[in-house]
Nanobody
Framework: QVQLVESGGGLVQPGGSLRLSCAASGFPFSVYGMRWYRQPPGKERKLVADISRAGDSTSYADSVKGRFTISRDNFKKTVYLQMNTLKPDDTALYYC?????????WGQGTQVTVSS
């Protein structure tokens, strides 16, 4: 059974940091590229960060460049999103995505709220 389980979300003040984790099981994790998406309330889901299968290539949305870092541990079958200097506009439901060819798996999401 394929599972992607996100954790690490919560309420944080502007300027603060959070580290999201996504634990994978039920598929060959190291074969899949991994992505983080986010969906603010009432808006569409958008790509935040991407990491290659080996973890040697990453890309980011312009809105998070220099503040967010995606990483992965293929032994632990986990992908991370380190989020620094958080802003209210970062408030969203954050989703983990695994992709390979035409196959996509999704987690249930973890809520991040940035507010004073």
């Amino acid at each position: 059974q394929v599972q992607l389980v996100e954790s690490g979300g919560g309420l944080v003040q502007p300027g603060g940091s959070l580290r999201l984790s996504c634990a994978a099981s039920g598929f060959p994790f190291s074969v899949y590229g991994m992505r983080w998406y986010r969906q603010p309330p009432g808006k569409e889901r958008k790509l935040v960060a991407d990491i290659s299968r080996a973890g040697d290539s990453t890309s980011y949305a312009d809105s998070v460049k220099g503040r967010f870092t995606i990483s992965r541990d293929n032994f632990k079958k986990t992908v991370y999103l380190q989020m620094n200097t958080l802003k209210p506009d970062d408030t969203a439901l954050y989703y983990c995505n695994a992709y390979f060819d035409t196959t996509n798996y999704w987690g249930q999401g973890t809520q991040v709220t940035v507010s004073s």
